[in-house]
């Protein structure tokens, strides 16, 4: 194992960490607003204490979202100077743009959390919301730089120097749109379902408080919506791939022959050696369908780019990435239509014993979503650190011992998310005394 | 374009000084508060920045972003021959900034705080310490492109005498500014006495470091000093910097909160600017290489053009925001 692992581990472990924080920290501000909204709208204190126990977590996942990204912009260059070094000037712009969003969203939240007796009513609710758009306009921006490693435009290579840069090309590259929005409405489901989730569990574990319900309600309404929609992006997306990198998309599929009507491969082992993905099952014509928009539409697969010479992904992880994004996308697709039948259909409270269990279920689906999207769009690329242009392991830092850097960061962001864990138990715990007095534990409202 | 972008990144330099800077001091304040009034110290210092601590970070970030996007051989080369002390750096802003968090969200108030406690002081400490180890590799020179091993690329460049002094010099200033602006915190004229009195010690401190720095040039023998004397800019700021401490005494005795929080950013403003004006435009400085300058490691000026466009509306959006965050949470110090 070399530097180059390492230097690659700790890029993963360092966004796979973030990520899950950003997610938080852009997202969840927006249900603690609509609990806000509730509580001035309607006065009903229970939206009251619901706001103030959600803007708790929000100030925890924050601030951890936000160190850690400040880790990630010197890890730019640390682990990938060779990256940076052409990609700073190409790129860089939405970074200044991010810088912007991210100082606005730092602001606000000082506002909101401290603000309580200081500002206005309405403007103190406008500070929240902008915590929110601020954090998803920042999370637009860095996706956008990410995309552009995907599909980069706005430069020439010419002898190993970056000529003819134009910033704005660049990061309005051709799969800007279709990544951010991807990733920006798994976000607001990952979350939603997330925080949905944990309070189905308390729900289940016999606290029947008012403010479990309420703040089950509230999360997985927006919930329900974006894991609705996410179904109509993700197939923009794939279709965006598909025209962009049919290698990612081939391995996404495990697709190794060049085929017309091509089947979607569900499940399954792929072996490069062989040649073929075993184990999976077909569904006939439906690849060519869903990355094309024709069920005729030929399909290039693995065996060609490599008889071209392409260099390809670990196709293995790819492709089993993708299946666990996809599998848990749909289930949380599933979980958002019981909540129409229930509530529309039926017109039934949501807070029966087997829905609550399968949304307690579906806590952690999100999260595992988000990370196996990642990994799709980031091993999928691979060698390529720019897609057809740099090599990962022609940037990575000529520094040694990148272990050490690695083992560091593995231990502190393990202690860190064991402990931001015991401190959502520690409120909820003290949530519970507090309630407790309020209304009485086992009173159904 | 580019003195303009030039012009933003001292802003961000100075402003992070100014403000982050002191929150790191805070930490540090904390870790050398006696048991006596520890609790007391801690409760001025955690109403005094929670607000405004992560919008204080920020200027980091921006400083940050401008270098990789303007100047990117600047921060890839700094990454490469300063990536240990830059580890260390960003292993301590994590934890301060977690622990800071935490301690603050923990909804129990129990044992657990001697950790947050521990380790928001020492991981202060620490970020402010490296700051001055990365500054000092930067201002002397000592690195080289072309390391005959490990420990003369990537350690003793930034791992000696002279840097160690520069260290201990900006955990003096830092920690000078807290204590100054924390004066206006205090609560009860019991607290104002004792920060003024950290005041006072934190300047003593500044001004022994500051001299330090200056006799570890020589020892080291790097040509720190001899930049500096050539420079009569330099000197006259140094100078006036220090000739301005007895006034700065006074204010600080006196207790005047917002005066002497001026005082203060004038002596920090004055010290930075003399380091910058000693050096302009250089930014990174080999032994075996030419140096790196703000001019011959810029971006194409169409990127240039576009990021002066981001800081010129970003600048628009956000002054006035932290106007509005210090009118709220400040006015009454």
């Given amino acids: 194992m070399d530097n180059l692992f390492f230097a690659r581990a700790t890029m993963s472990l360092s966004l796979g960490f973030h990520i899950i924080f950003a997610c938080i920290g852009m997202t969840m501000p927006f249900l603690m607003v609509i609990s806000h909204y509730l509580w001035l709208k309607r006065g009903e204190d229970v939206y009251y204490r619901l706001t103030k126990a959600w803007s708790k977590g929000v100030a925890i996942f924050f601030a951890i979202g936000a160190v850690s990204g400040t880790a990630l912009s010197f890890e730019l260059g640390l682990l990938w100077p060779g990256f940076m070094k052409h990609a700073g000037a190409i790129i860089g712009m939405p970074f200044s743009w991010e810088g912007t969003a991210f100082f606005v969203e730092s602001v606000c939240i000082g506002l909101f959390l401290y603000g309580w007796k200081r500002l206005n009513k309405w403007m103190h609710w406008f500070s929240g919301l902008i915590v929110g758009v601020a954090g998803v306009v920042s999370g637009i921006f860095v996706v956008c730089a990410n995309a552009w490693m995907n599909s980069p435009a706005g430069f020439e290579m010419v002898n190993g120097q970056a000529i003819n840069i134009d910033p704005l090309k660049a990061m309005f590259n051709p799969a800007w749109i279709s990544q951010t929005l991807h990733m920006s409405i798994a976000a607001f489901e990952a979350t939603a379902f997330g925080v949905a989730g944990i309070h189905a569990i308390l729900l289940l574990k016999k606290n029947n408080y008012d403010i479990h319900k309420k703040a089950m309600t509230i999360a997985l309404s927006v919930g329900v919506v974006f894991a609705l929609l996410q179904f109509v992006s993700g197939d923009y997306s794939a279709k965006d791939v598909a025209k962009r990198q049919p290698i990612k998309l081939a391995a996404m599929e495990g697709q190794f022959k060049t085929e017309k009507g091509a089947g979607l491969t569900i499940g399954g082992l792929p072996n490069v050696k062989e040649g073929k993905t075993k184990f999976g099952i077909k569904i006939p014509y439906a690849l060519s369908f869903l990355a094309y928009g024709d069920f005729n539409a030929e399909v290039k697969g693995l065996n060609d780019f490599i008889k071209e010479n392409n260099p390809i992904p670990p196709v293995a992880v790819v492709h089993i990435a993708f299946q666990i994004m996809v599998g848990c996308g749909s289930l949380l697709a599933l979980a958002s239509l019981l909540f129409i039948v229930i509530r529309f259909k039926f017109k039934k409270e949501l807070f029966n014993k087997k829905y609550l269990k399968f949304i307690a279920v579906c806590t952690p689906l999100g999260f595992i979503a988000v990370e196996a999207g990642w990994v799709v769009t980031e091993v999928g690329r691979q060698p390529w650190i720019i897609y057809n242009v740099l090599k990962v392991s022609e940037s990575v830092s000529p520094v040694q011992g990148q272990l050490f850097h690695f083992l560091a960061f593995a231990c502190i962001y393990l202690i860190l998310a064991c402990v931001a864990f015991w401190l959502m138990q520690r409120q909820i715990k003290m949530l519970h005394v507090k309630e407790e007095k309020i209304n009485p534990s086992g009173s159904w409202k | ?333």
């Fill in chain 2, 1 to 333: 374009m580019i003195s303009i972008i030039i012009f933003f990144l001292l802003v961000s330099i100075i402003i992070y000084v100014l403000l982050g800077g002191a929150d790191f001091g805070a930490g540090i304040i904390e870790l050398f508060a006696g048991p006596k009034n520890k609790q007391q110290t801690i409760k001025v210092i955690n109403d005094a920045i929670a607000p405004v601590w992560e919008a204080n970070h920020m200027w980091l970030i921006i400083a940050v972003v401008i270098l990789f996007n303007a100047f990117p051989k600047i921060y890839t080369t700094v990454s490469v021959y300063l990536y240990i002390p830059l580890i260390i750096l960003l292993l301590g802003i994590v934890l301060r900034g977690t622990s800071f968090v935490f301690r603050h969200y923990d909804a129990y108030k129990d044992s657990s705080h001697k950790i947050y406690n521990i380790v928001f002081a020492v991981s202060s400490l620490t970020v402010s310490f490296t700051f001055g180890l990365i500054i000092g590799a930067l201002m002397s020179n000592k690195l080289t492109a072309y390391p005959a091993n490990f420990y003369d690329g990537y350690i003793h460049p930034w791992l000696n005498i002279f840097t160690i002094s520069v260290g201990a010099f900006v955990t003096a200033l830092f920690t000078f500014a807290a204590s100054v602006y924390l004066i206006g915190e205090a609560l009860n004229p019991e607290d104002k006495k004792a920060f003024i009195t950290k005041a006072k010690i934190a300047s003593i401190t500044l001004v022994c470091t500051g001299g330090v720095v200056f006799i570890s040039s020589v020892i080291d023998g790097n040509d720190f000093m001899l930049v500096f004397l050539s420079n009569w800019k330099s000197q006259a700021l140094i100078i006036a910097s220090t000739l301005a401490i007895p006034f700065t005494w006074k204010i600080i005795s006196l207790g005047m909160g917002w005066m002497a929080r001026a005082f203060a950013g004038v002596h920090i403003v004055l010290v930075l600017s003399a380091f910058y004006v000693a050096f302009f435009p250089v930014v990174v400085r080999f032994k075996d290489m030419e140096s790196l300058t703000l001019f011959n490691s810029a971006a194409p000026e169409i990127t240039l053009i576009y990021l002066v466009y981001a800081l010129l509306i970003g600048s628009c959006i956000i002054f006035p925001m932290l106007g509005y965050l210090m009118k709220v949470f400040k006015h009454n110090a």
